[in-house]
Every structure is written in C-alpha cells, then in structure tokens.
C-alpha cells in the first residue's frame, strides 16, 4: 500500500482479506474501534471509517448489543421471468417451491407518476394514474417491493386481497377491458436503495437493489408499466426463453 493512500485502507485491506480468505469466518466478530486503534496503530476516526466501509461493501453487519460480525452469505432465492408470468403469480410459484409462505399487502391511490414513468407511459402531459403499491413476503419477511403505474383510461387494477394466492394478469385484465397485450418490455438494473425500501425490505447497510421494469404494450403502445424491487444479495434472475426456429 502507497504511503499517500490513507491509513484507514490499511485495516480495510487487512479485515476484507480476513473475511474473503475465511481466516474471519460468517458470523465471526470484528475487532471493535476500540482494538482496531491497538492492533493496526490507527486513530479512533481511522477505525470508524474502516468499519464503516466494510459495512458499505456488504461484509460486516453492525449490531447494537454485540458489535460488528462478519455478514452471513445468503441464499440465493430465484426470480423467474418470462413472458407469461404475471408478477405476483410468479412470487406465489418461487415462494411456494420453496416451502415458504407468500403473503403480502397493497395500497391503491391516485397518483401523479414520477417522470420516468411518465416517460416510459409516453404521457402526453403530467396527469394522474393508477399506482397500486405491494409488499411480497414469504413467511413474514419482505422480499420484494412491486409499484403498477396503469393510465385511467385503462380502468382501476384489479388488486388481490392481501394473502391471496391468485389473481388475474395484468394482460388478461387488459385484454378482458379491450386492449389486448402484444408486447412485454423488460429493463433490469442494480441501484442504490431509497431509504424508505431500505427499510420495507429491512436491507443490511450496503446491500444494493435489483430493479426490474416490465412495461405492457397494445398496438405499439404503453398501456401498464410495474417497478419491481428485490434485495440484490437474496436475488438471481431465472429467465426462461422460448427457442424459435
């Protein structure tokens, strides 16, 4: 290491090999601010930054009674896509394969969509639409955060009661009001969270999202945009592709 580089990378650089290599296993405690300053000769604002980094980076997890620990490696829960698969029907499927309960709740209102939504539902001009809000849970813990953006024009989205495990599509409904899907849209992309997804989906200091952006289409058209949020550390995305000639 550089003699310009700052003195907390030092500890960083000593505590990420620790924890990579496993010589700091998951679940293994982190020596505090405290004996950080002993151990590496460092100053108590070197110390809290190094932590604070390794929180940043996802490796530690910081607890008020006990300190910082080495993070537990989660497992993987999949996310699987296609073009069919309505978003709440494919969360009840994912859930249920893996023996765990799905459940959730929602909030419909009349909203004004934030300008990439707008942009994405080709708005002519700023009006309000359908926003209907869920919270996915399997076995009470969030999984997943799910935002439709549907124009007025299309008619109120058929909400499921909470805990319910069917529900109708967004291109079945669409197709049964007139307006029949032909084309499905999606964007994925990994981002910082917002502080209050932060919080619905209880996420760990430095644990970034996975959004997905799955916009409906009749007749070249937008006609229901969602905004799909996942933990990106608890997620991988199973696609399935159909195989054309």
Do not use: C
């Amino acid at each position: 290491m550089a003699n310009s580089d700052p003195v907390y990378l030092r500890v960083v650089e000593d505590l990420r090999r620790q924890i990579i290599d496993g010589t700091l296993p998951p679940g293994a405690p982190i020596p505090s601010r405290h004996q950080i300053t002993r151990k590496y000769s460092v100053g108590e604002t070197a110390a809290r930054h190094a932590l604070r980094v390794l929180a940043q980076e996802g490796l530690i997890i910081g607890r008020v009674s006990s300190g910082h620990r080495v993070r537990e490696k989660p497992i993987l829960f999949p996310l699987h896509r296609d073009r069919h698969a309505d978003p709440q029907a494919a969360f009840v499927a994912d859930m249920q394969a893996l023996g765990l309960k799905p459940t959730w709740t929602w909030r419909s209102e009349l909203a004004d969509p934030p300008p990439e939504v707008a942009k994405r539902l080709r708005l002519p001009e700023p009006v309000p639409v359908i926003k209907v809000s869920f919270v996915f849970r399997g076995d009470d813990r969030p999984m997943q955060l799910l935002t439709v953006y549907e124009p007025t024009e299309f008619g109120q989205s058929q909400a499921p009661e909470e805990g319910t495990a069917e529900r109708v599509g967004a291109a079945a409904r669409l197709a049964a009001a007139g307006t029949p899907v032909d084309e499905i849209s999606e964007s994925v992309y990994i981002r910082v969270p917002q502080p209050g997804e932060s919080d619905l989906l209880q996420l760990p200091t430095g644990v970034q999202v996975m959004q997905v952006e799955r916009t409906y289409w009749a007749g070249g058209r937008p006609v229901e945009t969602h905004d799909l949020v996942v933990p990106g550390d608890r997620f991988r995305l199973v696609y399935g592709i159909p195989a054309r000639p």
